[in-house]
């Protein structure tokens, strides 16, 4: 599976796996971008495993086809697939040194002897173990295990990478450098590869592309910063975190929730057609529109933390806190006190209570410094701290 016309494509089409009454997958579909990482993200017992499975031939789907460079592979067996797995406990033969387990696969393949040998060699220097071949697994640290079952996979120059959280066993020290490796190998061989992670922060910053699997199903895959900016679904919010979100109407150039109304985000035009409305506006506000004719379409009102600003409350005199006034000029003011303010370090949260609701802020702590609990506030919601999707769940 050494020839190749470049970076191979792997397309999942209806991928369903049922265990029982367990619906593991639901129907996947997910095109993997050839030669970029894909970050698979999603809660404890998602289906992340399964997918994983299903795509190196270890699982047999109940129903859907999975394609690989081209070809239907659904009924390949798993050694002729030319997709590698590497686990998150890295599965080492206690018996052999580090060389002969990367070799391992080689042998199997038939490579000679002094052939498979130097080859090893060769990835292990790359992983950054050059001198520890001779080492079993006992004698090497959790990282180091880990790099061999990177080596191990990667010498047998692999179609697709698959990682089944590889960093969860590590200690948070040792992560970042490992995670930079397997960028780095990654990209010396533009290989398609999917990262399996239940940790969203890890998830934003692993891969090019970033898909969301929430029970089984796939609810969102796109590029890291429009799955944190723009979410397909309430649940994708949710689970991603950093947001509040709210119940909505909305009526005209706003949308209504219980804390007040606030201002449609950019890019999505209000019936005055105040703005342009982006590809992305338009897409997010068209599942709502059949409701909109009785007074208003139900959506949910997402809110990134980070984009919604804390003033203390005498500075808002000139419309007064939550005038329509403000909701047109696209700032919306809500009048609050703080519950709560958390030191996090480099930022601090604070939670504001506003008309019995809460809503958090999340900034650089250098800015939210004077907030304390009781203090009287003036919450401000720019267009651009709002994202709006469908209510109820999806699908
Ligand atoms: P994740 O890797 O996201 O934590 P898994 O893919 O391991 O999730 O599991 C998805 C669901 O399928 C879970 O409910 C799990 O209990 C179930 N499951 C996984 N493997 C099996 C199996 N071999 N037999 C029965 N149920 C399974
Ligand atoms: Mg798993």
Do not use: N
Request: glycine share 12%; proline share 7%; net charge neutral.
């Amino acid at each position: 599976m050494t020839d190749r016309d470049g970076p191979a494509p792997l397309h999942l089409r209806g991928v369903t796996k049922r265990y029982g009454e367990v619906v593991a997958l639901d129907g996947v579909d997910l095109e993997v971008a050839p030669g970029l990482i894909t970050t698979l993200v999603g809660p404890s017992g998602c289906g992340k495993s399964t997918l994983l499975g299903v795509v190196a031939g270890l699982t047999a789907p109940t129903a859907g086809r999975v394609h690989l460079g081209g070809r239907d592979v659904t009924e390949l067996p798993a050694e002729r697939r030319g997709v590698v797995l590497v686990f998150q406990e890295h599965r080492l033969f206690p018996f052999l040194t580090a060389l002969e387990d990367v070799a391992f696969g080689l042998r199997m393949r038939g490579v000679p002897r002094r052939e498979r040998e130097r080859r090893a060699a060769t990835m292990l220097e790359r992983v950054g173990l050059g001198g520890l071949g001779s080492r079993r697994p006992a004698e090497l640290s959790g990282g180091q295990r880990q790099r061999v079952a990177l080596a191990r996979a990667l010498v047998l120059d692999p179609q697709v990478l698959l990682l089944d959280e590889p960093l969860a066993s590590l200690d948070p020290h040792l992560r970042d450098g490992l995670r930079e490796l397997v960028v780095e190998l990654q990209r010396e061989r533009a290989l398609t590869t999917l990262v399996v992670t239940h940790d969203r922060e890890e998830a934003v910053v692993f891969g090019d592309r970033l898909a969301v699997l929430l029970d089984g199903r796939l609810h969102q895959h796109a590029e890291p910063r429009d799955v944190v900016e723009r979410p397909a679904t309430g649940e994708v919010a949710r689970f991603i975190g950093a947001t509040e979100v709210l119940p909505g109407r909305r009526t005209g150039d706003r949308v209504t929730t219980p804390v007040g109304p606030l201002p449609l985000p950019v890019g999505v035009p209000g019936p005055g057609g105040r703005a342009a409305a982006g590809a992305e506006g338009a897409e997010m506000a068209e599942p709502a529109k059949g409701a909109e004719g009785a007074g208003g379409a139900d959506v949910e009102v997402v809110l990134r933390r980070d984009r919604l600003r804390l003033r203390a409350a005498e500075a808002a005199t000139d419309s007064g806190p939550g005038a329509p006034d403000d909701v047109r000029s696209e700032r919306c003011l809500l009048a609050g006190r703080v519950a709560a303010a958390r030191y996090l370090g480099t930022r601090t949260r604070v939670t504001v209570t506003i008309d019995g609701h809460e809503l958090t802020v999340e900034a650089p702590s250098a800015e939210l410094a004077a907030f304390g609990a009781g203090a009287a506030v003036t919450l401000k919601v720019p267009a651009e701290a709002v994202w709006l999707v469908p209510a109820g769940p999806s699908r």
